[in-house]
């Protein structure tokens, strides 16, 4: 098993609220709101085709969340590798699994979509929240080990104690299949948001979209600062998005260390990527919360793809790449 049980649960936050506030123009033809992948998910269109274009998009969501992805859903792909331990699914399960494996390697482990028993064990967020004992924690970090996935063709093999878990990974993948109905819709301009992962694209590339980056330390309404940007994919991972409260009032967040299998401690309260790719904007938000800002640096640059990390000093730091406008709304927040 995995020697180098240095970073993360990968697992995205479920019943998260919003991690960033999109501000749009007053072209949105039609708008639709819904619920899936255990988060809101809100699409913005204007152009040809929109309602039909939006219903597409929001029912590949669904599909994709019940038939490939969720660990919690019986008839997914990812369920069955989970229960059978190696069988075949679709290709576009094989290819999700491959990139995130991949992705693994790059980041030494900060991803690992083997994580599934620790995050279950906690369940924070969940209704029967509690601090596990400390030789569960260890039995379940022993099955944590993204070298132990094997892929042939569409057929994935993992070990017999391992539990895939996507959900580093899930509302980015979801962006990447709207992009896909949308490219060869009459769309002129989108925004789609799922969860703390969002896609804006406009048919002419122009720099017409302002992101919002919400206030860890407020509401999901609350944003501190504001990017200007063109088309790409952007996720927010934080430590706010989603935690429990043990009997002493002490909070546990969802990202979960799989060096010690507690969640991670660090000076980083959120990470807000931008990337050409939907599945690596959300698995670099959280690789890069973990790793904190000097580590994230080669990995950003990898992927051509930058951020922003917000501190709980109220420092504020951009990647080396970063080439958008940023502008800081709050003065309790300071850019270095």
């Known amino acids: 098993m995995k020697s180098k049980k240095r970073f993360i649960s990968a697992a995205a936050a479920l019943l998260a609220t919003l991690a960033i506030v999109i501000v749009v123009g007053k072209d949105t033809d039609y708008e639709k709101t819904s619920y899936a992948m255990a988060a809101m998910t809100d699409i913005k269109l204007s152009g040809s085709g929109c309602e039909k274009t939006a219903e597409e998009i929001n029912d590949r969501i669904v599909e994709c969340e019940n038939r490939e992805i969720s660990r919690n859903i019986a008839s997914s792909d990812v369920s069955k590798i ?61 099955g944590v080990g993204y070298e132990n996935i094997a892929i042939e063709g569409n057929t994935v ?42 896609l804006l694209w406009s048919r002419n590339g122009k720099k017409e979209f302002t992101v919002g980056i919400r206030d860890p330390q407020k ?31 002490k909070e546990y967040h969802h990202i979960i260390s799989t060096e010690t299998g507690y969640p991670v401690e660090n000076d980083v309260l959120s990470v807000t ?3 050409e790719n939907g599945l690596l904007s959300d698995s670099l938000s959280s690789a890069c919360l973990i ?33 958008y406008e940023l502008n800081v709304k709050d003065d309790r927040y300071i850019l270095k």
């Open 82 to 142: 989970n229960s059978e331990k190696s069988c075949a699914v679709s290709e576009k399960t094989a290819g999700y699994i491959r990139q995130l494996k991949d992705f693994s390697v790059s980041c030494n482990g900060a991803v690992d979509i083997t994580i599934g028993e620790l995050t279950r064990l906690w369940n924070i967020g969940g209704d029967d929240f509690r601090v596990p004992d400390a030789q569960a924690i260890e039995e379940a970090l022993s």
């Open 157 to 198: 093999t993992i070990g017999d104690e391992q539990t895939l878990d996507l959900g580093c990974a899930g509302k980015g993948i979801a962006c990447d299949e709207a992009l896909g109905i949308i490219k060869s819709s009459g769309v002129k301009k989108a925004v789609v948001s799922v969860g703390g992962s969002v």
């Open 219 to 249: 509401g999901a309404s609350d944003y501190c600062m504001t990017v200007r940007t063109g088309n790409t994919f952007v996720s927010t991972s934080g430590t706010y998005e989603r935690f429990s409260v043990d009997k002493n009032g």
């Open 273 to 275: 990527v931008f990337c």
């Open 291 to 323: 790793l904190g800002y000097e580590q994230s640096e080669d990995l950003l640059n990898r992927y051509d793809a930058c951020a922003v990390f917000v501190f709980k000093d109220n420092t504020v730091m951009t990647s080396s790449g970063f080439s």
